[in-house]
C-alpha cells in the first residue's frame, strides 16, 4: 500500500513567484499548499492538518515569527522551517530561539528546499533503512563467524558493537530486527563462559603477560596518570552500570566535555564486594584479605565494602602519590541532596574526588521487592530508559556540569554489569554455601547441567581468599540464576525476570571506562 502523499503549507506573500519549488516538490511525491499570509494559513491549518510548515519571516502586516507564534499555538507539533531575506545573526538567533526546525536564507533553490523538506519528513524514515540494512549485513558476517577464535581484544569489540546495535535498532524501533539481534546472545555467552574458563585463570596466574585491562588496573591505567599531570581528578563509579547503559547517557554528557572510552575486565565474582573492593585498592580479593584482614576478611558480604577510601588511599600511596583523597559514597536520596548542597566544595582542590553512585545497583536489585519498579524497568530498553532519566536530573550531573566548569578532568567507570536473569539452574550444595544467585561459594558445590555454571575448585584460580578445604566457587553463565531443587518454585516466582549480577556473561564483565575532558 502506497504510502500518504505528505503535505506541505507554504506561507510566502510572494506565493506566485514561488510556482517553479511547487512543481518540482510535486514531482518529487508532495503536496504543496500554498497561503499569503497568517491568517489564511491559521484558516487552513483548521481545515486540514499539514506535515510541514514553511515560514517566509518577512512579510506585509504579520511578521514571520510573531505569525509562527500564533500557528504553533494551533498546531505545537507541526515542524516550521523559516525562509528569509536577512542573513543578520539576530534573525537567525531569534528563529533558533523560537525553536523553528529549520533556517534559510534566500534566495533558495528547489533543490535546497527539497534537501530540508526530506531530512525533515524523511529522515527518520531514511535512517532507519540505512540502519536496517548495515545491521542485516552485520548480523549474516556475526552468524557466519560465531564467536571462535576472539581473544580478549575481540570480545571487547563484539560486545561493544552488539550493545551498539542492540540500542540503535531499539530507538529506530526496529523491533523485528531487535529480536533477531537478541537471538545472537544465547550462543554468544556459551562462547564467552568457554572462553573466561580457560582465559581467565591464565590471565591471573601471568599478570606480566598478554591480557587485557583488569578492576586492579583501573586506578594505575586510567587514573593515575591524569592525577600526575593535573594534580587532580574526579575519579566516577557508577554500581552495576552496563556497557549499552553507558552509550545511552554519554550524549548529556558530550556537550560538556571530550570523551575517550575503552574497556576493561571485571574480576571475577563480578559482584561488588569482589568487584569494586579490587577496583579501589588495585588487589585481587585474596590479596585484600591477606594484606588487610582488619578490613576484608571472611565476613558476609554486606560488610565488605566498609573500607573503599582506605583501600583507595593505600593503592595511591603504593603508586607514589601524596596527595589528598575525598571519598563520597551516594546511595539514597538523602546523600544526593547532600552533595548537591555542597557541590560547591564536592571537589577538592587537588589530589582526587572519588565519588561511588548506587542508583543503577539499587534500581537492578529493587525491580525483585518492587512490583512498581519490575513494570517500568521492564526489560534492557526500559532499563537504559529509567537510567537515562535519572542521570538528567542527578547529583551526578550536577557534579560532572561542575567539574567541566572548573576545567577538571573526570574518569567515570563501572565495578560490573548486570544481566536480565530468565532460565533457573538446579545446584546442589551443603548448607554452608552462600546464598547468592549468580555465584556461590561452598563444599561440593555442582550446577545439574554444566553448560549453566563454571565451577572453579581451586581458589588460586580467581585470586580469591581460602574459605576453608574443599570450597568451590559456582559462577553462573548466560541468563541463569541458581536455585535449589527444593525452593525452585520459590526463586523462580521471586527471580526470573530480574537484573542480576555475580556471573560470567559479557554484560557483568566488559566494562566501559571513559576519560573526560572539559570542553573549553
Not at 532460565?423 to 546442589?428: G, L
Request: charged share 25%; net charge negative.
Amino acid at each position: 500500500m502506497a504510502l500518504p502523499v505528505k503535505q506541505i503549507l507554504w506561507v510566502d506573500d510572494e506565493a506566485e513567484l514561488l510556482e517553479p519549488h511547487k512543481l518540482f516538490l510535486g514531482d518529487k511525491g508532495y503536496a504543496v499548499e500554498m497561503a499569503t499570509n497568517a491568517d489564511d494559513a491559521l484558516e487552513l491549518l483548521r481545515r486540514r492538518p499539514f506535515d510541514l510548515l514553511l515560514l517566509d519571516e518577512q512579510m506585509p502586516g504579520t511578521r514571520g515569527l510573531a505569525a509562527y507564534r500564533e500557528l504553533r499555538e494551533f498546531a505545537p507539533s507541526l515542524p516550521v522551517v523559516m525562509i528569509t531575506k536577512s542573513e543578520e545573526d539576530a534573525t537567525m538567533k531569534e528563529a533558533i530561539g523560537a525553536n523553528v526546525r529549520d533556517y534559510l536564507v534566500k534566495p533558495v533553490t528547489p533543490r535546497q528546499v527539497l534537501a530540508v523538506v526530506t531530512r525533515i519528513l524523511e529522515g527518520p524514515l531514511i535512517r532507519s533503512q540505512a540502519l536496517a540494512r548495515g545491521f542485516v549485513e552485520r548480523f549474516r558476517a556475526i552468524e557466519a563467524e560465531r564467536h571462535a577464535g576472539l581473544d580478549w581484544r575481540g570480545w571487547i569489540d563484539r560486545w561493544v558493537e552488539l550493545a551498539q546495535w542492540d540500542v540503535d535498532l531499539a530507538d529506530a524501533g526496529e523491533m523485528g530486527l531487535h529480536e533477531s539481534l537478541r537471538g545472537l546472545y544465547p550462543d554468544m555467552h556459551r562462547a564467552f563462559a568457554l572462553f573466561m574458563k580457560t582465559e581467565y585463570p591464565r590471565w591471573l596466574r601471568d599478570l606480566e603477560g598478554e591480557r587485557p585491562p583488569l578492576s586492579v588496573d583501573v586506578v594505575p591505567e586510567f587514573v593515575a596518570p591524569v592525577l600526575r599531570n593535573d594534580r587532580k581528578v574526579v575519579f566516577i563509579v557508577i554500581d552495576c552500570l552496563r556497557q549499552d547503559q553507558w552509550k545511552a547517557i554519554e550524549p548529556l554528557f558530550a556537550p560538556l566535555f571530550e570523551i575517550e572510552t575503552t574497556h576493561y575486565y571485571g574480576i571475577l565474582p563480578t559482584a561488588t564486594p569482589y568487584a569494586r573492593n579490587s577496583l579501589f585498592s588495585g588487589l585481587f580479593p585474596g590479596e585484600i584479605a591477606a594484606r588487610y584482614p582488619d578490613w576484608w576478611g571472611d565476613r558476609d558480604d554486606e560488610t565488605l565494602n566498609a573500607h573503599e577510601k582506605d583501600l583507595l588511599q593505600a593503592q595511591l600511596r603504593d603508586l607514589g602519590f601524596d596527595l589528598p583523597v575525598r571519598y563520597s559514597k551516594i546511595t539514597s536520596p538523602a546523600d544526593a541532596d547532600d552533595l548537591l548542597r555542597h557541590l560547591s566544595s564536592a571537589i577538592a582542590g587537588d589530589g582526587i574526588s572519588a565519588f561511588v553512585f548506587n542508583f543503577v545497583d539499587l534500581l537492578t536489585h529493587g525491580r525483585s521487592e518492587s512490583m512498581i519498579l519490575y513494570e517500568v524497568a521492564r526489560d534492557e530498553m526500559a532499563l537504559r530508559a529509567l537510567t537515562y532519566q535519572w542521570v538528567q536530573r542527578s547529583a551526578l550531573f550536577a557534579l560532572l556540569q561542575d567539574a567541566a566548569r572548573r576545567g577538571i578532568k573526570v574518569v567515570i567507570t563501572t565495578d560490573h554489569g548486570a544481566l536480565h536473569c530468565n532460565t533457573p539452574a538446579t545446584v546442589f550444595a551443603k548448607r554452608d554455601a552462600t546464598s547468592n544467585l549468580r555465584y556461590k561459594f561452598g563444599e561440593d558445590l555442582r550446577a545439574e547441567r554444566e553448560d549453566q555454571a563454571l565451577l572453579f575448585t581451586n581458589p588460586d584460580d580467581l585470586r580469591l581468599p581460602h574459605r576453608g578445604q574443599s570450597m568451590n566457587t559456582l559462577l553462573s553463565t548466560g541468563d541463569t540464576f541458581f536455585v535449589y531443587p527444593t525452593k525452585l518454585r520459590e526463586y523462580q516466582q521471586r527471580y526470573k525476570g530480574s537484573f542480576l549480577h555475580g556471573g560470567v556473561t559479557p554484560e557483568e564483565c566488559i566494562l566501559p571506562v571513559s576519560l573526560l575532558t572539559p570542553k573549553r
